[in-house]
Nanobody
Framework: QVQLVESGGGLVQAGGSLRLSCAAS????????MAWFRQAPGKQRALVAA???????KYADSVKGRFIVSRDSNNYTLYLQMNTLKPEDTAVYYC?????????????????WGQGTQVTVSS
């Protein structure tokens, strides 16, 4: 069973930083790729960043140069370092495991989601 638990969200002022963590079960972490998505009120869930086991990464255009995705195989954790945060980054952030890079993006695994962590950026 895939288990994912996000943490690290909170309230931060614009220009600040946060680091999100996604603690994964060993089974989840050994899947091909993992990713962060986010969903703002009234909007669809959208890809933020993804990383595969080879270390290849993909980012949404809106976060390139500000966010860094990484994975630590020693403690089965996926990270998202978020810098220079903007109010439009406000959303619930979700972790996904077991998807695949395809078509220039990341196709999420349908049953491998965490519960989400709220990020709120004030202006």
């Amino acid at each position: 069973q895939v288990q994912l638990v996000e943490s690290g969200g909170g309230l931060v002022q614009a220009g600040g930083s946060l680091r999100l963590s996604c603690a994964a079960s060993a089974r989840a972490f050994k899947l091909n790729a993992m990713a962060w998505f986010r969903q703002a009120p009234g909007k669809q869930r959208a890809l933020v960043a993804a990383v595969d086991r080879a270390g290849r990464t993909k980012y949404a255009d809106s976060v390139k140069g500000r966010f860094i995705v990484s994975r630590d195989s020693n403690n089965y954790t996926l990270y998202l370092q978020m810098n220079t945060l903007k109010p439009e980054d406000t959303a619930v952030y979700y972790c996904n495991a077991g998807g695949a890079f395809a078509g220039g993006g990341y196709i999420p695994a349908s049953r491998s989601w965490g519960q989400g962590t709220q990020v709120t950026v004030s202006s």
